[in-house]
């Protein structure tokens, strides 16, 4: 009975396994032959593999007409900020709660656990309006302030390990005449470098993939992002997916080797603080 019981649990896990690689792979699968193809061979072929994997006109067309150098320019500009913005306020942020006892400590916590659970859709009137009322509509200010906002994960991961450097340190510090930020600055902060790539990475991957911010925030075309640019070959009766296919896996390649070179910090910066 052990056994049956055995080779039945193994055949269920490699089923599971089976039907997830399909779901993972499968949209890649399409993605990549898709590429490759002609308009007309993209709707009569179907998932078939193309006739000559050495079309690349599709490719040129996503760079040329959808102008997507543009697109890497501006999300870089666009992300650069934002994550150095967001390095500099989570660090800051957490020092601050993890190293000072206050008034409305809890409070400030509360209030960024509320943030999170809000839908962001029941919010986007007033987002809008206030950053229409600053100005900042149509230009990459827009995406930048809403990207800076400290979200409650990033603030976790740098709690962890604040909380694991030892006080002693602080105080030592104090004693040889350092202020608050000079400790910041060269205790703290060097001490945090696990948590910081693990939100450069998290961070990185969120602003590069995201399109719902710089379409409803960055409608000029000088402003176009990677996610924006290839949203031009979609008309109002049909879209060009076979072009669309092509700049996909274009964008689909730096976020690929940005996780492949710094995958290992993801599990790293999230553990880590807690096992100290």
Do not use: C, H, W
């Amino acid at each position: 009975m052990r056994r049956e019981g055995s080779i039945g649990f193994r055949i269920f896990n490699y089923f599971t396994l089976i039907v997830a690689l399909f779901v993972v792979f499968f949209p890649i699968y399409s993605i990549f032959v898709g590429a490759f193809k002609t308009q007309v061979e993209y709707y009569q072929s179907g998932l078939s593999l193309p006739d000559n994997f050495f079309n690349f006109e599709n490719f040129k067309r996503v760079i040329d007409i959808g102008d997507l150098g543009l697109g890497f320019r501006n999300i870089l500009i666009v992300l650069v900020i934002s994550v150095v913005g967001n390095i500099l306020f989570g660090t800051m942020v957490a020092y601050a709660v993890g190293r000072f006892e206050f008034k409305m400590k809890k409070a400030i916590m509360g209030m960024y656990l509320v943030a999170q659970v809000i839908p962001m859709v029941t919010t986007q009137v007033a987002t809008f309006s206030v950053i229409q009322s600053l100005g900042a509509y149509n230009t990459m200010l827009a995406p930048i302030l809403l990207y800076l906002g400290a979200d409650v994960l990033q603030i976790v991961i740098y709690l962890q390990f604040v909380n694991s450097i030892p006080r002693d340190l602080d105080e030592s510090a104090m004693l040889e005449g350092a202020s608050l930020f000079k400790i910041y600055r060269s205790i703290i902060f060097p001490l945090l470098a696990p948590a910081t790539a693990t939100l450069v990475i998290l961070k990185s991957i969120s602003i590069y993939n995201d399109f719902y911010t710089p379409y409803l925030y960055m409608p000029s075309q000088d402003l176009k992002v990677v996610s924006t640019a290839i949203y031009s070959f979609i008309g109002p009766n049909a879209a060009q997916l076979n072009v669309i296919s092509a700049g996909i896996l274009i964008i689909f390649i730096p976020t690929v080797v940005l996780f492949l070179f710094m995958q290992r910090y993801i599990f790293a910066g999230v553990t880590n603080g807690a096992v100290k």
